[in-house]
T-cell receptor, first 117, second 115 residues
Framework: DAGVIQSPRHEVTEMGQEVTLRCKPI?????LFWYRQTMMRGLELLIY????????DSGMPEDRFSAKMPNASFSTLKIQPSEPRDSAVYFC???????????????FGPGTRLTVL | GENVEQHPSTLSVQEGDSAVIKCTYS??????FPWYKQELGKRPQLIID?????GEKKDQRIAVTLNKTAKHFSLHITETQPEDSAVYFC??????????????FGAGTRLAVHP
């Protein structure tokens, strides 16, 4: 298995531009998570999908951020318009969640390093 | 709200010494406690985890202990090696509506092992 795949690995954009980050979870996993990592705030959960449905989006910073999961093998995180304070590493992670919420390991992708100028 | 505190933020040890990282959590309903290692520029990777029905788990040089009464858990690395140098994150599960759980991460500990 190739693991969690993210693209692009690096993104440099100018303030005001739209940014789309992509994620392919591990085949067979039914939970997908988007995290943001910064020195100041550490690892923050942005949104959690289970079976392609958003379960918790309380971590999404504001309306400029949106996420979709149209099918079990693809998710996007979009920022529109982007701002310099959005600069961070964005990780996608996936896991197999068993009924009743029994936790299993979350596997992280390589991350996308976003720089907004 | 839910919170995980991690100490120390930085830790420097000599090769061969032991390293201990401690975390406390606030949600008494937490029942899963993973530890992740993140090398510079890389993704976090699980190194060990423990569930609330056990008090200790060991895997070679790594061990984790859990005290549910006090709501704290610790990572112990023995016979440290330079390749153990990384940032270590603890996490605690936080249940919410629908029977789902999410992980709340600590702020991380930067461990440096000097030859």
């Amino acid at each position: 298995d190739a693991g969690v795949i993210q693209s692009p690995r690096h993104e440099v954009t100018e303030m005001g531009q739209e940014v789309t980050l992509r994620c392919k979870p591990i085949s067979g996993h039914n939970s997908l998570f988007w995290y943001r990592q910064t020195m100041m705030r550490g690892l923050e959960l942005l949104i959690y999908f289970n079976n392609n449905v958003p379960i918790d989006d309380s971590g999404m910073p504001e309306d400029r951020f949106s996420a979709k999961m149209p099918n079990a093998s693809f998710s996007t995180l979009k920022i529109q318009p982007s701002e310099p304070r959005d600069s961070a590493v964005y990780f996608c992670a996936s896991s197999l969640t068993i009924a009743g919420g029994f936790d299993n390991e979350q596997f992280f992708g390589p991350g996308t390093r976003l720089t907004v100028l | 709200g839910e919170n995980v505190e991690q100490h120390p933020s930085t830790l420097s040890v000599q090769e061969g010494d032991s390293a201990v990282i401690k975390c406390t959590y606030s949600d008494s309903a937490s029942n899963y406690f993973p530890w992740y290692k993140q090398e510079l520029g890389k993704r976090p990777q699980l190194i060990i985890d423990i569930r609330s029905n056990v008090g200790e788990k060991k895997d070679q040089r790594i061990a984790v202990t859990l005290n549910k009464t006090a709501k704290h858990f610790s990572l112990h690395i023995t016979e440290t090696q330079p390749e153990d140098s990384a940032v270590y994150f603890c996490a605690a599960s936080h249940p919410f509506s629908g029977g789902y759980n999410k992980l709340i991460f600590g702020a991380g500990t930067r461990l440096a092992v000097h030859p």
